[in-house]
């Protein structure tokens, strides 16, 4: 008769696991079956976890009652599976299960749940008889099952709520993107397009795209051989970025895009397909038309000018040639052969001495309209691609000390300190020695120009992979609006002022493209009233 009433009981609890897919709502269910049928006080089910990669052991996942309140044999009973450090101490933990404690009025079982964790179950008075235990053994283990059941059934519905989820914020990006999105096959049939695409083809949607493109390189390839191309590259790397190619407008026509696709294949086999991006580039395309003959145009206005000053130039150099040459011969001509007579005619001396003052003007001019003509061809030649500097090593100092001496006698014409402050053993340098003699006298010359007192200094210093050369004076200086201006062609500083200082405004620009040849630069400082410091800079080690 006892047999027969457990076991209907064993049959209800057992009919009682597994009716919902809700953890909670079973487990509730269930267990309160377990407890009015068995005549328990409290059940509570664990699961096995890790609680880090040092402590594993049991979370207690339901409990009924749920206020249930601490006593005595619920604290030994736990302190059976409190925390353990490895997967093999709980093995040898569960094979000592089920395990039963009687603590005064009131005694547990504590059950495992194969595969998923343990059952504690606490009653009032003495415990279970074994046979009911080992007859509840196949129960836990059903129960177990359905908790098994129950997390992977809200695992997988977790999963598939952040995949909708996903794929509606994947679908929201495609579909507001700027650029226009696609997947083809790589016969050219569309799958997909987004809104952004259809619109910058002046397609009303993504389906109505899709109805009139039937074919890639028929119905949007401005020209069908740029799509073979584009395949090709998508074959041998995988991917492209930045292809531009004409596409057709629904207008008729062609609009230029940049493609970045890859080739990828679905989950489920390996049927591939082409996905990517693409964005319009037709006003970048017009601009870089427009840059590109902007440049050629300025390339052709160049040469003409270059042409036209080497022409301008030479045609001016012979007959000036001959100006000069025929007013010194009429000097001397009028030295030995009137001169003497102005002696028996004194009437003469004055209109002689007038033209002896003319043709020492036409000499001068002469001479300064030749200068000029070498400072634009030489410029020209620097500025074009064909100019080669003349580069062996150097030692700086002695070309900076054979410049100084060159200007000496001028500086002490017109009573400017000209002083040495060229350090000693600087390393040697590759340079063209001329034009780097050119660059410091031409800037001595500026610095004595615009100095009417004081002095003039020249340095010369090491500096890591440079030598720095600077020419200070205690000159005009230059404003602040002008520096700027200083190396601009056929600008001449302070001659609105100081209109005496004569010149062409192309030296400075002629030796900051020497130095510039030589892979350094030309700066200059300067304070209104106080003078100025021009320098240049040579590497060491030039690039070659």
Not at 25 to 33: A, D, H, P, Q
Not at 107 to 114: A, T, V
Not at 365 to 380: F, M, N, W
Request: net charge negative.
């Amino acid at each position: 008769m006892k047999s027969a009433l457990y076991e209907q009981i064993f049959f209800e609890i057992a009919m009682s696991i597994g009716n919902s897919t809700d953890l909670e709502v079973m487990l509730r269910e269930s267990l309160t079956i377990w407890m009015r049928r068995l005549n328990c006080l409290a059940g509570i089910v664990y699961r096995q976890t890790e609680f880090s990669a040092e402590e594993k052991g049991f979370e207690e996942v339901y409990r009924i009652p749920k206020r249930m309140r601490s006593s005595e044999i619920l604290q030994v009973a736990q302190q059976d599976f409190t925390t353990f450090t490895s997967g093999e101490e709980i093995e040898r933990f569960l094979d000592r299960l089920p395990l039963t404690r009687h603590t005064g009025l009131m005694s547990s079982h504590l059950l495992e749940l194969p595969q998923y964790g343990l059952l504690l179950l606490v009653k009032s008075g003495e415990p279970f008889d074994p046979w009911i235990v080992k007859s509840l053994l196949p129960l836990a283990t059903k129960l177990a099952g359905a908790c098994r059941t129950c997390d992977m059934r809200k695992k997988l519905s977790q999963e598939m709520a952040e995949r909708q989820q996903a794929e509606l914020l994947y679908r929201g990006i495609i579909e507001n993107a700027v650029e226009g999105m696609f997947r083809t096959t790589l016969d050219g049939k569309i799958m997909h397009a987004n809104r952004s695409l259809a619109r910058m083809l002046a397609y009303d949607s993504p389906q109505d795209f899709m109805d009139n493109v039937q074919s890639l390189s028929e119905d949007l390839y401005a020209h069908p051989e740029d799509r073979d191309v584009f395949l090709q590259r998508l074959r041998e790397k995988g991917e492209v970025t930045g292809f531009e190619v004409e596409f057709k407008h629904k207008d008729g026509f062609a609009i230029w895009v940049s493609l970045s696709a890859k080739i990828a294949a679905h989950a489920q086999g390996e049927t591939q397909y082409i996905e990517g991006f693409c964005e319009v580039i037709s006003e970048r395309k017009r601009a870089e038309l427009a840059l590109r003959e902007a440049k050629e145009e300025a390339e052709r206005l160049h040469e003409n000018k270059s042409n036209f000053l080497t022409m301008i130039s030479h045609e001016l150099r012979t007959p000036l040639t001959s100006v000069l040459g025929f007013a010194r011969v009429v000097e001397k001509q009028l030295s030995t052969h009137i001169s003497p007579l102005s002696r028996k005619h004194g009437e003469i001396i004055i209109p002689l001495r007038r033209i002896q003052e003319n043709l020492q003007i036409i000499q001068a001019e002469g001479k300064r309209l030749s200068s000029l003509i070498e400072q634009v061809l030489d410029l020209q030649r620097l500025e074009s691609s064909e100019f080669a500097l003349c580069v062996q090593d150097i030692r700086l100092e002695d070309i900076l000390r054979h410049s100084l001496s060159a200007m000496r006698v001028l500086f002490e014409e017109k009573g400017i300190e000209l002083v040495d402050e060229i350090a000693q053993n600087l390393p040697e340098i590759c340079a063209d020695a001329d034009r780097v003699v050119q660059v410091t006298i031409n800037l001595l010359s500026n610095a004595l120009k615009f100095t009417e007192q004081g002095s003039v200094t020249l340095k010369a210093t090491e500096e890591k992979d440079l030598l720095r050369v600077e020419i200070s004076d205690t000159g005009v200086g230059i404003s602040a609006d002008e520096l700027p201006h200083v190396f601009d062609k056929f600008k001449q500083v302070g001659d609105t002022v100081l209109s005496k200082h004569q010149g062409y405004g192309l030296g400075l620009p002629i030796c900051q493209e020497i130095i510039r040849h030589h892979g350094g630069d030309v700066y200059v400082s300067s304070q209104p009233g106080k003078g100025s410091t021009f320098s240049y800079t040579l590497p060491l080690h030039p690039e070659q």
